[in-house]
């Protein structure tokens, strides 16, 4: 085995152009595998751009390009040959407002593996569905009204039916666009609890404007700031002794 069998993605001089407007320019990171990884940043500093380049999510604006190169185990994901719906199937995403189907809390999880063909039977489907569910710790709170639609869980509830559904289709990355910032504290406590479960089995990138929240799940972190990221290290180490003065600034709240 080579020294990189731990690092899940890499990037290299990174940059996205919506039109003429550079939004990253030049990022260069390693993303490890079961490791929570962080952006941080001030609002439009490139963080949520940067992390829809790691599945392409990019591709569906009209405007926006990307140069550079991304590797997930060391292939190019903006390779001609790779389909995007495939790599979304291996690099999950959970965004920032829970966005269940309109359907029953079954078909939201049961959604991807259907079209990706993961399950050859009804049982099969329902062992990945229950799984996944249990994953995101709510299978106990759902178990009994699969049938129901998702849409009239609660908030919480809502995200980690979401965080279900990323699951279901077996990914290796999970990439989490402040997955919080609509939920109250009780549910962020749950979410956060799960996203510190999930990295035993993934890759995990989140945003996040909290920085009590980065400090709480991650292990390391991307300061962001003006589409560079300025500083990227061991969490505690960005926390109790940056190494750059804006990041120093930022986590005191003195700009931001």
Sequence with gaps: MDQTTDIKIVSRD???YYGENE???GVSLEIEDNTVTAFIGPSGC???TFLRCLNRMNDTIDVCRVTGDIELDGHD????????VQLRARVGMVFQKPNPFPKSIYDNVAYGPRIHGLADSKADLDAIVEHSLRRAA????????LDAPGTGLSGGQQ???CIARAIATAPEVLLMDEPCSALDPIATAQVEE????????????IVTHSMQQAARVSQKTAFFHLGLVLEYD???????NPDHEKTQQYITGRFG
């Design 14 to 16: 990174v940059h996205v």
């Design 23 to 25: 939004a990253i320019k």
């Design 77 to 84: 994901i903006y390779a001609r040959e790779i389909d995007p």
């Design 159 to 161: 995200q980690r039916l």
């Design 234 to 240: 061991e969490t505690g180490k960005i926390f109790t």
């Design 194 to 205: 799960l996203i510190h479960e999930l990295r035993e089995n993934y890759a995990v990138v």
């Design 138 to 145: 709510i299978w106990d709170e759902v178990k009994d009204r």
């Design 46 to 48: 490139g963080k949520s």
